[in-house]
């Protein structure tokens, strides 16, 4: 099968397509016949090497120390299942999917546990349009609900507002009953309205945290801003939750948690199938949509990687693979 693969780290030019072994199967695994992926944040960060502040051994001893551990990136897909393993229960040979698989998907084909992240695409979803999910909406949904605990009436400002992460936050901070207040760039102010937002601050006029303290949670979904400016916009029990930290994040987390006024909280998604199934519930009753940015094939992925890297991007850039040759169904 075809595969996007990188055996060293570099700029997106160390990408290339090449042909590798299609995955193998387990008896509780499916074989997906990827039709879109995506190239994130995280895949760029993997590929360049280009982990934040303190987290770069981490992240280079996660990925591979030397040289990349696993070649294929990619984690968001949409595609149709094309084999089930012998003890599958959950779905069946043709049934469309998506879901999100933390690597592999930049290829052909991608093995994905049955009871991993993924879950039937909605019906009204187009796969490029599926493959836009997974990654931002599962991280704003856990960032929001879990972390930050946003209920109704809660004042939420979204920074980074129309980014892979931040359109979903956007929309689901309104979804659990907050008032959201999403800060962009001037181009994207009309998008955020959509999306559901109830005021708009353009970062390249105003300094959001004029406001005042206000601001019951500030989630900063691509590291715009730091505490030491959010804080000024906070409540005075708010919390400030930075998707992308470093040492310093850490250290504030770990002494703002033994005071009674604001709070620095950081964690991590586990990528759960309850929550995918939840996004599509939203996704299928049309509570929820994906932005995409741009589309490129699989063999211009490296352009993909340049617009990701460029940090500049309004949603999701999707990568869409073509059907590859035709392989036996196995039931």
């Given at each position: 099968?075809?595969?996007?693969?990188?055996?060293?780290?570099?700029?997106?030019?160390?990408?290339?397509?090449?042909?590798v072994?299609?995955p193998?199967?387990a008896?509780n695994?499916?074989?997906v016949?990827?039709?879109?992926?995506?190239?994130t944040?995280?895949?760029?960060?993997?590929?360049?090497?280009?982990?934040?502040?303190i987290?770069?051994?981490?992240?280079?001893l996660m990925v591979?120390?030397?040289?990349?551990?696993?070649p294929?990136l990619?984690?968001?897909f949409?595609?149709r299942?094309?084999?089930?393993?012998?003890?599958v229960?959950r779905?069946q040979?043709?049934?469309?999917?998506f879901?999100f698989?933390g690597?592999g998907?930049?290829a052909?084909?991608?093995a994905?546990g049955?009871?991993?992240?993924?879950a039937l695409?909605?019906a009204?979803?187009?796969?490029?349009?599926?493959?836009?999910?997974?990654?931002?909406?599962l991280?704003?949904?856990?960032?929001?609900r879990?972390?930050a605990?946003?209920?109704?009436?809660r004042?939420?400002?979204?920074a980074?507002?129309?980014g892979?992460?931040?359109?979903?936050a956007?929309q689901?901070?309104r979804?659990?009953?907050?008032e959201?207040t999403?800060?962009t760039?001037?181009?994207?102010?009309?998008?955020?309205?959509?999306?559901?937002?109830?005021h708009?601050?353009?970062?390249t006029?105003?300094d959001?945290?004029?406001?005042g303290?206000?601001?019951?949670?500030?989630i900063d979904?691509a590291?715009?801003?730091?505490f030491?400016?959010?804080k000024?916009?906070?409540?005075?029990?708010?919390v400030?939750?930075?998707l992308?930290?470093g040492?310093?994040?850490?250290?504030?987390s770990?002494?703002?948690?033994?005071t009674g006024?604001?709070k620095?909280?950081?964690?991590?998604?586990?990528?759960?199938r309850e929550d995918?199934?939840?996004l599509?519930?939203?996704l299928?009753r049309g509570?929820?949509r994906?932005v995409?940015?741009?589309?490129f094939?699989?063999?211009r992925?490296?352009?993909a990687?340049?617009r990701?890297?460029?940090?500049?991007?309004?949603?999701?850039?999707?990568?869409?693979?073509e059907?590859?040759?035709?392989?036996?169904?196995v039931?």
């Open positions: 099968m075809k595969a996007a693969v990188y055996r060293t780290y570099g700029s997106p030019d160390v990408i290339r397509i090449t042909e072994a299609r193998e199967v008896d695994q499916v074989l016949e990827v039709r879109a992926t995506t190239v944040t995280a895949d760029w960060r993997m590929r360049a090497s280009a982990f934040p502040g987290l770069w051994l981490p992240g280079r591979g120390l030397f040289a990349p551990g696993k294929v990619g984690a968001e949409s595609g299942v094309a084999v089930v393993g012998s003890k229960t779905f040979v043709g049934d469309e999917v879901g698989a690597d998907a930049h052909e084909y991608l994905v049955e009871d991993a992240a993924i695409k909605p009204g979803l187009s796969h490029d349009e599926a493959a836009a999910v997974p990654f931002g909406g991280a704003a949904l856990v960032f929001l879990d972390f605990r946003v209920t109704p009436g004042k939420v400002l979204v980074g507002a129309s892979g992460v931040g359109v979903f956007v689901l901070a979804h659990l009953g907050a959201v999403a800060v760039s001037t181009r994207n102010l009309d998008l955020v309205r959509s999306l559901g937002a109830d708009v601050v353009d970062y006029r105003e959001y945290t004029g406001a303290p206000v601001h019951d949670v500030i979904t590291g715009t801003t730091s030491g400016q959010a000024k916009a906070l409540a005075p029990r708010g400030y939750v930075p992308e930290f040492l310093t994040e850490i250290f504030r770990l002494t703002t948690a033994m006024g604001r620095v909280v950081i964690g991590i998604n586990g990528d759960r995918l199934e939840y599509a519930g939203l299928e509570d929820l994906p995409i940015d741009s589309r094939p699989l063999d992925i490296a352009d990687h340049r990701v890297e460029g940090r500049h991007k309004t949603g999701s850039v999707v990568v869409t693979v059907p590859p040759e035709a392989l036996r169904l039931a």
